[in-house]
């Protein structure tokens, strides 16, 4: 009797190779995403979509991907698996994860995109689209429960898939697609007058942000281009790039310098001294530009959402945007009109149709990188001001974060155990031993997504392990810049003794 094959089930394979999900889908280091692993992972999703009856027979399935060297190879396993559960792989190229969304939830179809955002390149993931977006929590609890049978014959020893390639020659669709989007809502001409510096490193955005701002009338000038994967992080920039940034603002005098991480989710923009943005404070003003009424975002974002008094309604919810994407949708539910949400990490999400002088801007309930440097130069350039001025019209809250690096997520637990225990009277004791002398007495703890502290002082100290990577991040808040860095020195240096 021939060999049947093998028999899966998802959950144990993420334990047995280390590739897990977390806030943004499934990630794991490269060499441990095999075509064996992430077959079965794409087989679970196909057939959960099956389940929900959200694909038949022949359904196409767009499959994008990032410029880490891992991702042609994970491409084509995920192509593999599609045709395996009877369906068609579209091959939409390297292209923004938005963009593959986008252009799918147009056509009705699921997505998948092949990338690791922002960590470095020896590591990978794939984000899971459902027709009407991404996957949240529930479904992916369902993926993960699922069995898949791994036919007998696929994947030699080391789960390297045996045969020809099967992913299709790429097709520019969905690069077009979105494209079109920005220049058909932006009235003609808006940039004219604009010189635009695009930082464009190994972002799958960078010739994207090229076309639609000159295509809005900016000067643009190309810079940075790497043919090396860069890990951009757009809540920990890395020192260099804050260094080029003022060096390329100095020398070109732009108004502004725009980029984006790995998979074009989550964006850069500087003012024209080539000073960063936070993401949470980009995203207040992108929200504003688009005259949002109602706002979800984390629970670790800057509260000058708040004190703007610029929103009807803002919900604050767990990080990750599965979470942001349920409050929207509960939003909704209640009526609300205008909704958007936006992360830490700078993405913004559009959960209804925004209309503007006539011209409607579909719903995208994903990040977003390529709305935000758009909404905030129209609305410096709407205000007869810079970005710089922009900012000063914000209460003046300042956030600051960094991240330990290889700190595993156990570990990262079971010291925040100690100050979420249920009595708050206790954790607040716990919390004023550990940071008291830095910072003074705590007035309020908040489990919402880790540990938020906030002091006596108004100031903030918010401990929160990475839902994608072996890291635990700080983020910090106060009055002024200055002592959000210093904050978050003190706060590091306290946690580097956790190890």
């Known amino acids: 009797m021939a060999e049947q094959g093998e028999q899966v089930i998802i959950s144990t394979l993420m334990e047995s190779s280390g590739v897990k999900f977390g806030t943004s889908g499934a990630r794991g280091l490269a060499d441990d995403m095999t075509d064996r692993v992430c077959y079965a992972y794409t087989l679970a999703f196909m057939q959960f979509l099956d389940s929900q009856n959200a694909i038949e027979a022949g359904s196409r ?18 192509a593999l698996a599609v ?20 252009y799918a ?7 998948i995109m092949v990338t690791g955002s922002h960590i470095p390149d020896d590591r990978n993931g794939i984000k899971f689209y459902k027709p009407e977006g991404e996957i949240l929590k529930p479904d992916e609890q369902a ?17 390297n898939a045996v045969g020809e390639a099967v992913l299709p020659a790429a097709s520019h669709d969905a690069g077009r697609y979105f494209v079109q989007r920005y220049l058909d809502f932006f009235p003609e001409n808006c940039l004219a007058g604009q010189k635009i510096g695009v930082y464009q490193h190994s972002t799958v955005a960078r010739d ?23 890990p951009v992080d757009t809540e920990a920039i890395r020192p260099e790039d804050v260094r080029l940034a003022a060096r390329w603002a100095g020398e070109y005098k732009f ?24 993401g949470d404070v980009a995203g207040i003003l992108c929200a504003h530009y688009l005259q949002a009424e109602c706002v979800a975002t984390p629970v670790s974002c800057n509260s000058a959402v708040e004190k703007s008094g610029w929103f009807k309604r803002i919900d604050r919810t767990r990080i990750g945007s599965p979470f942001v994407i349920a409050a929207m949708d509960a939003a909704i539910a209640d009526h609300a009109q205008n909704v958007v949400g936006y992360e830490a990490n700078g993405g913004f999400l559009t959960a209804t149709d925004i209309e503007m002088g006539g011209r409607i801007l579909t719903a995208l309930p994903t990040r977003d990188a390529m709305i935000v440097p758009l909404a905030i130069l129209l609305l410096a350039k709407a205000s007869g001001g810079s970005i710089s001025s922009l900012l000063a019209m914000l209460p003046q809250r300042f956030t600051y974060s960094g991240r330990l690096k290889e700190f595993p997520t156990e570990l990262s637990q079971s010291h925040l155990a100690a100050l979420k225990t249920g009595d708050l009277a206790a954790d607040i004791d716990a919390a004023e031993t550990m940071f008291g002398e830095a910072f003074g007495s705590v007035a309020l703890i908040d489990t919402t997504d880790g540990i938020r502290i906030t002091f006596a002082s108004d100031e903030v100290a918010h401990l929160r392990p990475s839902g994608n990577a072996p890291e635990l991040r700080c983020y910090n808040e106060a009055d002024t810049e200055s002592r959000a860095m210093e904050m978050n020195k003190i706060c590091m240096s306290i946690l580097e003794s956790w190890r």
Do not use: H
């Open 255 to 278: 108004d502004s310098i725009v980029s984006a991480d790995g998979d074009g989710d989550r964006p850069l923009v500087s003012d024209a001294s080539g000073i960063w943005l936070r």
């Open 208 to 230: 994207m942000l090229v076309e639609v701002m000159q295509g809005l009338g900016a000067e643009v000038t190309p810079l940075g281009r790497s043919a090396k994967f860069i």
């Open 105 to 111: 939830m147009s056509f009705g179809m699921p997505s």
């Open 61 to 78: 399935v767009a499959v994008a991907g990032d410029f880490r060297p891992s991702s042609p190879r994970i491409m084509n396993a995920v």
């Open 143 to 159: 993926m993960t429960a699922r069995s898949v049978l791994l036919a007998a014959g696929l994947f030699d020893a080391a789960g």
């Open 83 to 102: 045709m395996d559960a009877g369906c068609e792989p579209v091959n939409c190229g390297f292209i923004p994860t938005p963009a593959v969304a986008c």
